[in-house]
């Protein structure tokens, strides 16, 4: 892939490169505006990986550059954007260290962010002192029909959210129903009022990492209730359910579609 030295083209790194990290690339495959692209990951197979799942998606001629390295000392000294998709567990690491090496203008970092609040600490006062920008990757509130459900039941009382299922990701997973009930909501603080977790530590399927299984239920200072259950059985399913005083609304998420019922059926 040949590399184009244009300071005008916006530059994008992605770190790790992975099931999440090569999907990022994947999607910025798609892009409409003229931009190069990094990748960085110590592992060949994910650089690979990465590889592979690119030449997969049409040829788009937006992209000027595409890039794949096993280290950050391969890549240019200034960065518009940095997608951080590693584990969470090294995450720190490679933002301190990729801090130390090029200019990084904007972060967009995969959920769960970090696993201390020391981290949190740390790398929130290294951005605001270099003036850097930084999103975590909560992707459902961009939906369109998250955005018609917004307008549809901002407003309404007793609205409650339902997330249940099985090998959902309680844990991991967790983070993006809190962030779409805050965003449908409009309410950004919020509060366990439940906690009935299961008395078992469950394997994540990530090697070095845990899961949980039980129910939580949070609420906000409107009383509208986000109510989180997985029963840690069988085949991974997970169903969402909003319901308002006048109505039942069933979300299938990969489709994308609305099913709404009258509260009386």
């Not at 904007?106 to 962010?113: A, C, G, M, T």
């Not at 901002?154 to 609205?159: A, D, E, Q, V, Y």
């Not at 299922?165 to 009022?193: R, V």
Request: one cysteine or more; aromatic letters at 6%.
């Amino acid at each position: 892939f040949p590399m184009i030295d244009n300071k005008s083209i916006p530059h994008i790194a992605i770190i790790g490169a992975g099931e999440l990290g090569s999907r990022h690339l994947q999607g910025l495959a798609r892009t409409k505006l003229k931009i190069k692209i990094s990748i960085v990951d110590p592992s060949s197979n994910s650089l690979h990986l990465a590889k592979k799942r690119y030449l997969k998606m049409p040829a788009n001629r937006n992209i000027r550059s595409v890039g794949f390295f096993e280290s950050i000392y391969g890549i240019d000294s200034d960065i518009d954007i940095v997608i951080i998709a590693t584990n969470a567990d090294v995450r720190r690491k490679v933002i301190d260290n990729l801090l130390n090496h090029v200019h990084v203008h904007n972060f967009i970092l995969e959920k769960v962010v970090f696993q201390s609040l020391e981290d949190f600490q740390i790398i929130i006062k290294r951005f605001n002192k270099n003036g850097i920008n930084a999103w975590v990757n909560c992707g459902r509130r961009l939906w369109p029909i998250f955005h018609e459900l917004k307008v549809e039941i901002l407003g309404k009382s007793n609205i409650t959210m339902i997330v249940s299922g099985n090998n959902w990701g309680l844990a991991c997973n967790m983070i993006h129903m809190l962030d779409i009930f805050s965003f449908l909501t409009g309410e950004k603080e919020i509060s366990i009022c439940e906690c009935d977790l299961n008395k078992k530590i469950y394997q994540s399927i990530k090697d070095g990492f845990i899961e949980l299984g039980g129910k939580i239920v949070v609420e906000n200072k409107r009383g509208n209730k986000l109510i989180l259950s997985d029963g840690k059985k069988g085949t991974a399913s997970i169903k969402m359910r909003i319901e308002t005083d006048s109505e039942k609304i069933e979300l299938d998420q990969i489709n994308e579609k609305v099913i709404r019922f009258n509260k009386s059926t």
